[in-house]
């Protein structure tokens, strides 16, 4: 593995610092950084304000309702919102990775570096993945604050099993617009293909309840958005934690190939 | 020449169109589930063009002697037999997945009664939906229950507009009705149509389920006539028995038929079958009250529980009962009925050698429980926490109901019968002989101190066969099952629970309530609040797009 995987770190350092030296990138940062903060303070203004309003109405009416877990509600429905906007970005994370390389012409030195083909991939998927780790922290500093002010206590466990559902979900559509970036040497048309890939991945799952029996379970379980949407609640499966977990494989593997194939193209 | 260039300018794009059509037209086929000629169409000519532009470059020699031919078809091997490779293993975790539902209270997991039902199937169930929408939260409760017996266990939806025959063969009645069809049997479950806002529930589903499983059809006689609660009261513990299985009827035994009067005096009218007017004191009416002069029709027919009955309720009744319905209870007991008894507290009807014989007393003094004034409730609506070993109760927990206006019971031991306590009150709480008072407080003098039984069940001790041993279950209150309470906390399974058990289902899946999230709220303060909106619409973004502009600055 070692051998495989090789120095990977030394590509994974340049990427980052390639990422924290582009003001582009900043752009990004800042723009997903006001979207989500302004639904954030949306979502939890709405949902204050309503259970607000069934708590007087149940006051008045006497008896307990039905019961609202109002941190967990919040919690769901942003990382809702965060994957869209996951799927905004982060085909713009990743356009860059290989098709910069190509650009600049500096893809025959990779391809050809002791650095294998794999380790050049991981190390460029890692340094993607942790910038966008970046980019969720801040997110996760003002959700803490307001997830401890519940009361009664939440407990930590369902907090962390969703945003590791977003880590997994983003490394998947990083992974595979990585992949698609290896393809071209253009960054815009990388971009859009990666968008228009991971847009599919989403939806299918709409296409695969459409359909029924056998093409729908199967389209169903190809879907990111099913299994991102069973790891923000809560739900640990085995099925989804394989298929996202493919994904990102699965990306990494046909980049080195790409590359591989790479020496032998022309343009 | 010049065709070979122009050919080899555009060419090379042509397996992307051939995949392109080839895949809309699969796509078309799956969702309209039709494949007519656009779909197949469709597939045909985009795999046959792929096919051409395959064959003319595997035929061309120039093709093959390229290096990058084979480094880009090592390329597709590779890929191909790693998708082979992952969509083998994707299929074998999918077809044996493992769960871990971490989320609280463990709402996406089934109730345990759900799993036991699923897996008790042995022959094929199918749950047919009549609508198009198929909505998030129906589709993964079933696919729950299909995840614990994909053998037997399938769902289908169904357009009833595209399969008008099978619509008739269920007699669907309405948009969005879901039934469950067994062998020959087909059943009812509920109406999901979206205008309607309907979910599929997991208990209406388990217990329709249940019901096909065991084809039987119990009956529950309310008792009437003394004041008990009309079952317009009880339509919400009425509709949960009728989920279940039961039949609910009410039961007036002195407007039964089993009397038959012998023949009258020409020149007196001949008495109607009317309830006689109620009595003050303990006797049977006397001439004096109903003015006239007493017929006697020499009744030979003793009054009797009908024999269908599995089990009869006496639901807060407020009169005494008759002699004759007394011992009519008695002996539909002793045949080995079953009995419910609410009593509230303050009302003297007569049970009370019944209940004595096996060792119930009832204290009569209203129960006042302190810690309910914390959840709202009055101090005179004591909150149980705590259940007694019994399949009633068993899988309680520290769930919480609760009983307005009870009193307490003592419990006492008769050698031939199985008593176990199923309802205790908190320490706190004590039964209170001055409950006119405005302030209650414990006086050891007059009161009683708690913990305090509320309920118990008993049965006859010895008995080998089930179906001849009496059961009777006791409650110091009967507000708790009227339609105000009943869908409350636990209160439904304590009362759903009794039933069951009082019929005799033991292998029968005891209720389920629905899970519930735990209620919380955000208690955010002013300056929390205005902390989070700062970093979340103000700071963070500034800092992203200082960071940006200050590099952009950098680099001029």
């Given at each position: 593995m070692g051998i495989i995987v090789g120095n990977w770190f030394a590509i994974y350092k340049k990427e980052l610092q390639s990422y924290f030296a582009s003001p582009f990138a900043y752009v990004i940062a800042g723009v997903f950084w006001l979207v989500s903060g302004i639904f954030f303070l949306v979502l939890m203004g709405s949902l204050l304000t309503q259970v607000a309003a069934l708590d007087a109405q149940r006051q008045q009416f006497g008896g307990p309702g039905p019961s609202v877990d109002v941190p967990a509600v919040l919690l769901q429905n942003f990382l809702g919102i965060l994957g869209s906007l996951a799927l905004v970005i982060s085909p713009m994370l990743s356009m860059g990775l290989y098709a910069e390389e190509r650009k600049r012409s500096t893809l025959e030195l990779l391809a050809t570096s002791p650095i294998t083909n794999w380790g050049v991939a991981v190390g460029k998927l890692l340094g993607a993945l942790t910038f966008f780790v970046g980019l969720l922290l801040p997110l996760m500093v003002y959700e803490a604050i307001t997830l401890s002010a519940a009361n009664p206590p939440i407990a930590p466990g369902v907090f962390l099993v969703a945003h590791l559902g977003l880590l997994l979900m983003v490394a998947s559509m990083l992974s595979i617009g990585m992949f698609v970036s290896s393809l071209t040497s253009n960054t815009i048309v990388a971009a859009i293909l990666t968008f228009a890939v991971v847009l599919m991945l989403w939806i299918i799952d709409a296409i695969g309840n459409q359909a029924g029996g056998f093409w729908g379970d199967l389209f169903g379980h190809l879907s990111m958005l099913r299994h991102y949407n069973n790891l923000i609640q809560g739900i640990l499966d085995t099925g989804s934690l394989a298929m996202l977990a493919s994904y990102i494989f699965l990306g990494v593997f046909l980049t080195a190939q790409a590359v591989e194939a790479f020496r032998f193209q022309r343009a | 020449?010049?065709?070979?260039?122009?050919?080899?300018?555009?060419?090379?794009?042509?397996?992307?169109?051939?995949?392109?059509?080839?895949?809309?037209?699969?796509?078309?086929?799956?969702?309209?589930?039709?494949?007519?000629?656009?779909?197949?169409?469709?597939?045909?000519?985009?795999?046959?063009?792929?096919?051409?532009?395959?064959?003319?470059?595997?035929?061309?020699?120039?093709?093959?002697?390229?290096?990058?031919?084979?480094?880009?078809?090592?390329?597709?091997?590779?890929?191909?037999?790693?998708?082979?490779?992952?969509?083998?293993?994707?299929?074998?975790?999918?077809?044996?997945?493992?769960?871990?539902?971490?989320?609280?209270?463990?709402?996406?997991?089934?109730?345990?009664?759900?799993?036991?039902?699923?897996?008790?199937?042995?022959?094929?169930?199918?749950?047919?939906?009549?609508?198009?929408?198929?909505?998030?939260?129906?589709?993964?409760?079933?696919?729950?229950?299909?995840?614990?017996?994909?053998?037997?266990?399938?769902?289908?939806?169904?357009?009833?507009?595209?399969?008008?025959?099978?619509?008739?063969?269920?007699?669907?009645?309405?948009?969005?009705?879901?039934?469950?069809?067994?062998?020959?049997?087909?059943?009812?479950?509920?109406?999901?149509?979206?205008?309607?806002?309907?979910?599929?529930?997991?208990?209406?589903?388990?217990?329709?389920?249940?019901?096909?499983?065991?084809?039987?059809?119990?009956?529950?006689?309310?008792?009437?006539?003394?004041?008990?609660?009309?079952?317009?009261?009880?339509?919400?513990?009425?509709?949960?028995?009728?989920?279940?299985?039961?039949?609910?009827?009410?039961?007036?035994?002195?407007?039964?038929?089993?009397?038959?009067?012998?023949?009258?005096?020409?020149?007196?009218?001949?008495?109607?079958?009317?309830?006689?007017?109620?009595?003050?004191?303990?006797?049977?009416?006397?001439?004096?009250?109903?003015?006239?002069?007493?017929?006697?029709?020499?009744?030979?027919?003793?009054?009797?529980?009908?024999?269908?009955?599995?089990?009869?309720?006496?639901?807060?009744?407020?009169?005494?009962?008759?002699?004759?319905?007394?011992?009519?209870?008695?002996?539909?007991?002793?045949?080995?009925?079953?009995?419910?008894?609410?009593?509230?507290?303050?009302?003297?009807?007569?049970?009370?050698?019944?209940l004595g014989e096996w060792g119930v007393t009832l204290d009569n003094r209203l129960v006042v429980d302190p810690t309910s004034q914390g959840v709202g409730l009055g101090a005179t609506t004591p909150l149980v926490t705590n259940y007694g070993n019994h399949p009633i109760t068993r899988e309680f927990g520290n769930g919480i109901s609760f009983y307005p206006g009870t009193q307490a019971l003592v419990v006492a031991e008769k050698p031939t019968v199985e008593s176990t306590p199923l309802l205790l009150t908190s320490e706190k709480s004590w039964a209170e002989k001055d409950s006119q008072l405005p302030e209650a407080s414990l006086d050891p003098s007059r009161d009683l101190k708690g913990p305090l039984t509320l309920g118990v069940a008993l049965n006859k001790r010895g008995v080998t066969d089930l179906a001849k041993q009496s059961r009777v279950v006791v409650f110091g209150n009967s507000s708790f099952a009227t339609d105000a309470w009943f869908a409350q906390q636990l209160n439904q399974d304590v009362f759903v629970n009794s039933v069951v058990w009082l019929s005799k289902r033991d292998g029968e899946v005891l209720s389920i309530s629905p899970r519930q999230p735990t209620d919380r709220r955000l208690v955010l303060d002013a300056t929390r609040a205005q902390i989070v909106a700062l970093l979340a619409a103000i700071l963070f973004p500034l800092l992203g797009f200082g960071a940006a502009g200050t590099l952009f600055w950098k680099r001029r």
């Open positions: - | 020449m010049n065709l070979k260039l122009t050919k080899s300018k555009y060419w090379d794009y042509l397996p992307w169109l051939g995949i392109g059509l080839a895949l809309v037209g699969l796509f078309a086929g799956i969702i309209s589930r039709d494949w007519g000629p656009i779909p197949t169409g469709l597939l045909v000519s985009g795999g046959a063009i792929a096919a051409v532009w395959l064959l003319s470059k595997l035929s061309s020699r120039e093709f093959w002697g390229q290096r990058s031919t084979q480094t880009n078809l090592n390329l597709f091997i590779a890929a191909f037999a790693m998708l082979l490779l992952l969509g083998l293993l994707n299929f074998v975790v999918a077809r044996y997945p493992q769960r871990l539902d971490l989320s609280e209270n463990q709402i996406f997991t089934l109730a345990p009664q759900s799993q036991q039902v699923a897996r008790k199937l042995n022959a094929p169930l199918k749950v047919w939906l009549f609508l198009n929408e198929k909505d998030q939260a129906s589709q993964s409760l079933l696919g729950n229950y299909r995840r614990l017996n994909s053998k037997y266990f399938s769902y289908e939806f169904v357009n009833p507009q595209q399969q008008p025959g099978l619509a008739r063969m269920f007699e669907m009645k309405d948009y969005g009705d879901v039934y469950l069809e067994f062998g020959q049997r087909r059943q009812f479950v509920q109406n999901i149509s979206p205008q309607q806002g309907g979910v599929l529930s997991e208990s209406k589903l388990t217990n329709a389920i249940s019901r096909l499983l065991t084809n039987r059809e119990d009956r529950v006689y309310f008792l009437q006539g003394h004041g008990e609660h009309d079952l317009s009261k009880l339509t919400q513990a009425r509709s949960a028995l009728e989920e279940r299985g039961y039949r609910v009827e009410s039961l007036n035994l002195l407007e039964q038929p089993a009397q038959i009067p012998t023949p009258q005096p020409t020149s007196q009218p001949t008495p109607t079958a009317e309830p006689v007017p109620t009595p003050e004191s303990g006797e049977t009416p006397t001439a004096s009250a109903t003015g006239q002069p007493q017929l006697t029709t020499g009744a030979t027919e003793d009054l009797a529980i009908p024999a269908t009955a599995n089990l009869v309720v006496i639901s807060g009744p407020q009169r005494q009962l008759f002699e004759s319905e007394l011992e009519a209870l008695e002996r539909y007991l002793d045949q080995g009925g079953g009995l419910m008894v609410m009593l509230d507290p303050d009302n003297k009807v007569g049970l009370e050698p019944l």
